[in-house]
């Protein structure tokens, strides 16, 4: 048992009212749970993008299901809390900022100990930020063009032109070397809105108001601005030691909310997609392992049909020299219809998923396919895999009058990252297999 193991509370949702601090409920991902709360609150709550609700037979209970969301919200005096049901250092692992585990092992040992992740995830930003930037400001040459009464660089003759042979002011374009550049705007961006965040604490702040400050004089974009430039950020050998500090950037950027509340006192929400987070963590470790054999393409769209007007999404594609050769799709969580039986031939996913996964073949002329799901948030609907992947052959469906063969791929979370990370090179080699490549 490893010391976030044993910090990690009991799967079991709980309520805790705080004197003054109104009610502190903490519950996990996919489960349903009955409440106690009046109509207004529980109206409110059923509002919100992160959990449902529905009413109970009891008057004045209310049961509140939750989905993939994890992280916490406000709501008036109510502080939700959602954790997902993988380990702490494992959530961390699935953000995929390219550092080794032992960076995140004090914000896990945190998050598991207190419940609140957005404020453990501003530490590890501000410690990764801080770790960035203390290799010097990254500055680059950015073009720039005004009219000016002395020339600077150089003439631009066309706009010059255009003035009928006013000399001055004159037209003049040229490069500035300078660290008002989009890494260092998105990254302020970020301290700033991290500096709202309560229950950070003191050190981390220290360390952000320090952070701050040598970036003086760098522009600061509003969050969705900087969201949107991060997103289109491209790494070179110069910027790449920015990159785990961007990612890490990029999610508290798009998934967190403040708001000020009676002036001074203010409230967060941060709620983060299981989903989207397993699919970009699975995504990018197979396009590393796959690199140099296969092209490993991620919500391509192409069409169903001949006259190209039924757009489907496969979550993966692989392709060689362009052409697709084999196709994956991701299930952090199986639907939860048409629920099939494991038999002696393994375990089977859900028949919507497997239809899905048929159409995805179908439409791209290939024989195989590989559905790939969380092993951890499935329990109890799908027989978890011994081995997990390592049994790929005995998780295979062969489709009548088609020849079709769709594979099932339990990826288990429970272990430590090495563990998850032979499962995944065992699943690029699985998929190497099935679409046709080799090491050569």
């Not at 409110?44 to 209310?62: F, I, K, M």
């Not at 919500?299 to 049909?305: G, K, S, V």
């Not at 979550?315 to 020299?321: A, E, F, G, K, P």
């Not at 996913?349 to 590989?370: F, K, N, P």
Request: with cysteine.
């Amino acid at each position: 048992m490893s010391i976030v193991d044993g910090a990690v509370r009991p799967d079991v949702s709980e309520m805790v009212c705080e004197t003054g601090e109104g009610q502190r409920i903490v519950l996990h991902e996919w489960s349903t749970e009955r409440w106690q709360l009046d109509d207004g609150t529980a109206r409110r709550l059923g509002e919100t993008p992160w959990v449902s609700v529905a009413t109970d037979r009891v008057p004045g209970w209310w049961r509140v299901s939750t989905r993939q969301w994890v992280g916490a919200f406000t709501l008036g005096d109510l502080r939700i809390i959602v954790r997902p049901k993988i380990k702490p250092e494992n959530l961390f692992f699935l953000l995929e900022v390219g550092l080794p585990p032992e960076a995140w092992q004090a914000e896990a040992i945190d998050y598991a100990t207190n419940d609140e992740l957005l404020s453990a995830l501003v530490s590890f930003f501000a410690r990764t930020a801080e770790t960035t930037l203390a290799r010097g400001l990254f500055h680059h040459y950015r073009y720039e063009e005004d009219d000016l009464l002395a020339l600077r660089g150089r003439i631009d003759f066309v706009r010059q032109f255009r003035r009928g042979g006013v000399l001055v002011p004159m037209a003049c374009s040229w490069d500035d070397f300078t660290a008002d550049v989009d890494e260092n705007r998105c990254l302020t961006a970020t301290i700033r809105l991290a500096l709202r965040v309560p229950d950070v604490p003191h050190d981390d702040r220290r360390r952000l108001r320090r952070l701050l400050a040598a970036l003086d004089g760098v522009s600061e974009p509003t969050a969705s601005e900087a969201l949107d430039r991060i997103d289109r950020i491209q790494y070179t050998r110069l910027n790449e030691h920015y990159r785990p500090a961007l990612r890490l950037a990029r999610l508290i950027l798009a998934n967190c909310t403040l708001q000020d509340r009676h002036g001074d006192a203010a409230a967060s929400a941060f709620m983060v997609d299981m989903n989207e987070l397993f699919e970009q963590f699975v995504t990018s470790r197979l396009q590393r392992k796959l690199q140099g054999r296969l092209d490993v393409a991620a919500q391509l769209r192409p069409h169903l049909d001949i006259d190209r007007r039924v757009q489907i999404r496969p979550d993966l594609t692989l392709r060689r020299h362009g052409e697709p050769v084999g196709v994956a799709d991701l299930k952090y969580k199986l639907t939860d219809s048409d629920t099939t039986t494991a038999g002696a031939a393994g375990p089977l996913a859900r028949h919507g998923d497997y239809y899905q996964l048929l159409a995805y073949t179908t439409a791209l002329g290939l024989s195989e396919g590989t559905l790939i799901y969380c092993a951890d948030v499935n329990e109890g609907e799908a027989v978890k895999q011994q081995s997990s992947i390592d049994s790929l052959a005995k998780s295979t469906v062969t489709v009548q009058h088609a020849g079709t063969r769709l594979h099932v791929a339990a990826i288990d979370l429970s272990g430590t990252p090495a563990d998850i990370d032979a499962q995944i090179t065992t699943l690029a080699e699985h998929l190497a297999t099935t679409s046709g490549s080799s090491d050569g």
